[in-house]
């Protein structure tokens, strides 16, 4: 059996023409049926990768560039968003300050008008007691006069004193 084994190994001169000349047979075939279209597809298939590659850069580039887009808007979102927080502050405090002098303005007129009220209040209470004690004052005179004229020789008396001061006056 080793012996079989070996001629089939050994290469005759027969065998090796007539593989050659299947194989350039196939070659041909091959060659002149097969290659071009395995070899277009192969052409297309490396240009629809090359397509594919390219829209992908361009994707990322379109990325890159809306990433940096969304970056600048959201810079002047912020930008806006504190301007109108600036601005919301401003307000804020102006109508404080507003509020603040309308009621200081408020409060003294207010003190204005109670000062005035007690000052009238008090010219009144004033006047009340000046018409209290001149009326006391005339009680206690009337009352004086009565105990000291009550005698008409005192009344004479007092009547030409009266007059004797008023003729050293008019002199």
């Known amino acids: 059996m080793f012996l079989v084994t070996l001629s089939l ?16 047979t196939v ?13 277009n597809s192969l052409h297309e298939r490396e240009k629809t990768i090359e397509d594919a590659l390219s829209e992908a850069k361009k994707a990322r580039e379109e990325i890159a560039n ?4 969304n970056e600048d808007l959201m810079r ?24 603040k002098d309308k009621a200081k303005a408020e409060a003294d007129a207010m003190l204005g008008r109670a000062r005035e ?26 009352r004086i006069l009565k105990e000291k004229l009550g005698d008409p020789a005192a009344q004479k008396a ?13 002199s």
Do not use: C, H, Y
């Open 27 to 39: 070659l041909f075939i091959l060659a002149k049926f097969a290659w071009k279209p395995i070899l």
């Open 66 to 69: 809306m990433k940096a887009s």
């Open 158 to 170: 007092l009547v030409d004193k009266v007059m004797t001061e008023a003729d050293l006056r008019k």
């Open 76 to 99: 002047q979102a912020r930008a806006e968003r504190e301007e109108l927080l600036k601005e919301a502050r401003d307000v804020r405090d102006r109508e404080i300050a507003t509020a």
């Open 9 to 24: 190994v050994e290469p005759a001169f027969g065998l090796v023409f007539w593989m050659t000349l299947s194989f350039l």
């Open 117 to 142: 009220d007690i000052r009238n209040e008090k010219n009144a209470a004033i006047t009340e007691m000046k018409n209290q004690v001149a009326e006391l004052s005339i009680l206690v005179a009337e």
